[in-house]
């Protein structure tokens, strides 16, 4: 899959959020000063080329969705991260959030429950 740009990412966030969408949707959600319409429409485009999204046509105005979900985005994503800097191994990926110097105790201890919550359904799952 290929990785969005950043004017695409956030394309494809306000699509998310809205599910289905018509140009003039998406080029509402910006702040201003907002975008040509022009511009968005390219970058929609390419989104739809690249396979996020697909469209429905009403005559000649097209209502876009997206063909992943946001999560199955992110999951991608973050796994081509661990692959390109942490040699494919999720533990050294964990591991550099640990030598992170910001966390305090309480996000320690956090982090720490989440992962015996999830051995246990792991263990739980195996038997």
Known sequence: MKELTKAEEQVMQYIWKLKKAFLKDIVEQFPEPKPAYTTIS???RVLVKKGFLQYESFGKIRR???TISKEGYF???INSV???FFSGSKSKFALFFTQDEDLNLTELEEMKQMIEQKIEKLRENND
């Open 42 to 44: 390219t970058v929609v």
């Open 64 to 66: 876009y969705f997206p």
């Open 75 to 77: 999951k991608k994503h």
């Open 82 to 84: 661990i692959a390109n």
